[in-house]
């Protein structure tokens, strides 16, 4: 059962500092897709946005619809925010990643309209740890051809081929918040570990590091990937690696579907050079629950297949509903954008309840030489309170606070900052 009164501690963290707020917290528009669960809903609610939350993700066509008229989205990784799709985003401040990942994100496109991008890359690590666990175990006994058997009316109780886990080893490709939280559970119950990052990374417990891939794989009884998407890593198990791997071993995989080269390991399942397999990421998945499901390891032995639900645990999908509603939330009420993946990472404390009505103004801009001089020379002619401002790489990320007089049309700020031949997008909070 999910842990009730830790949840609601990590709520009211997002939410008891007295906060900056829209000009009008019910014109902001959410939309939230692929069921995200309900404490993301309950928490963006309760700020007074207006919030439509869909069961599943959205073709392209109704995506776009839906997009231009809202200042946030939540997704998980099956809605696709192409850079097609946030082109007709003209009012979209932040996107939600409920999820590990962004590669479902058109980062650069995102960036370049100053819209930032939230995800919450660790909160579902103990979920996939203790997956693989399970697929380990299941795998050294044989459980899924076992039980697909008995289903069929098939009694067939043998000890060949199965084996206990206590004495093999364990092969940890990536040795991040996932590989390094499976490696102290795998000690725990026996089983000797190796890892292989690009990183030079401290080990835990009695762990060992491989200096190369090629050595990890053929010294592993079982092989785990727990590495992202991107052109170093696509095919990163193909047939050269699955052949140094040890005949009779186990591949695991939990991470993104392009990782593994699906035909070159289905050939290895059924000439028997691998005795098992367990997969949870494929490189082309169904849109929603229902859809068909085709892949060349249907049928392959020793082979078990799930439907990407790594991190499907009430547990760790509810705190990742608190973690990326609450940064949602601090981005959209005061402009903090500690955690954007896209974005430097800029806040300024809060305003305390008795301090005179404080104009905030949030500027996102090309990193250009001169651009800060023009900005500073306008504010400049303010009462600034507080500033802070950022950069990574092209682009930068000011907040800068100021007294608002009595009778002031903010909008005269607004549209001198946002008239900066760099400027990418300017907003006022209050």
């Not at 069929?152 to 109780?157: L, Y």
Request: aromatic share 4%; charged share 20%; hydrophobic share 40%.
């Amino acid at each position: 059962m999910v842990n009730e009164r830790f949840l609601q501690h990590l709520q009211s963290q997002a939410t008891q500092i007295k906060q900056l707020r829209p000009f009008s917290s019910g014109d902001i528009k959410i939309l939230l897709l692929e069921n995200i669960n309900i404490t993301a809903v309950d928490m963006l609610t309760k700020q007074g946005y207006q919030v439509e939350h869909c069961s599943k993700a959205l073709p392209e066509e109704l995506l776009i619809e839906k997009i231009r008229d809202v200042s946030a989205i939540g997704i998980r990784s099956k809605t696709k925010l192409s850079a097609k799709v946030l082109k007709e985003a003209k009012k979209l401040l932040v996107v939600g990643c409920f999820c590990i990942g962004t590669n479902q994100v058109d980062l650069e496109a995102a960036t370049k309209q100053g819209i930032a991008v939230f995800n919450s890359p660790f909160s579902n690590s103990r979920s996939v740890a203790e997956m693989v666990i399970g697929n380990i175990i299941g795998l050294s006994r044989q459980f899924g051809d076992r039980n697909r058997e008995m289903h069929q009316g098939v009694w067939n109780k043998v000890s060949a081929g199965c084996h206990e886990i206590r004495g093999k080893t364990l092969g940890i490709v990536g040795y991040g918040h996932i590989g390094s939280q499976l490696s102290v559970l795998a000690e725990a119950m026996g089983m000797s570990v190796y890892f292989h990052d690009i990183l030079q990374l401290m080990p835990l417990g009695t762990a060992k590091t491989c200096n190369t891939l090629d050595e990890l794989l053929h010294t592993s009884d079982f092989v785990t990937l727990h590495v992202p998407e991107t052109p170093e890593t696509k095919n990163l198990i193909g047939k050269a690696q699955i052949k140094l791997m040890r005949k009779g071993s186990y591949l695991i995989n939990a991470s993104r579907g392009c990782v593994v080269d699906i035909p070159e390991l289905a050939t290895a399942l059924k000439s028997g050079h691998l005795s098992g397999a367990a997969i949870d990421v494929y490189p082309q998945e169904p849109r929603a629950n229902g859809d068909q499901f085709i892949s060349e390891l249907q049928g392959c032995p020793n082979t078990i297949l799930t439907p990407h639900i790594g991190g499907s645990t009430e547990e760790a999908q509810s705190m990742i509903g608190v973690e990326v509603a609450g940064s949602m939330i601090k981005y959209i009420n005061s402009g903090t954008s500690t955690g954007a993946v896209n974005s430097p990472q800029v806040d300024l404390c809060a305003i305390s309840a008795n301090e005179a009505k404080i104009l905030r103004i949030i500027h996102a801009y090309h990193n250009v030489p001169g651009v800060l001089q023009e900005i500073n020379n306008i504010l400049a002619k303010h009462n600034v309170e507080k500033q802070i401002c950022d950069s990574t790489a092209d682009i930068a990320y000011l907040m800068a606070d100021r007294k608002m007089n009595e009778g002031e049309d903010s909008n005269q700020l607004y549209q001198k900052m946002g008239s900066t031949p760099a400027a990418i997008m300017t907003s006022v909070l209050y």
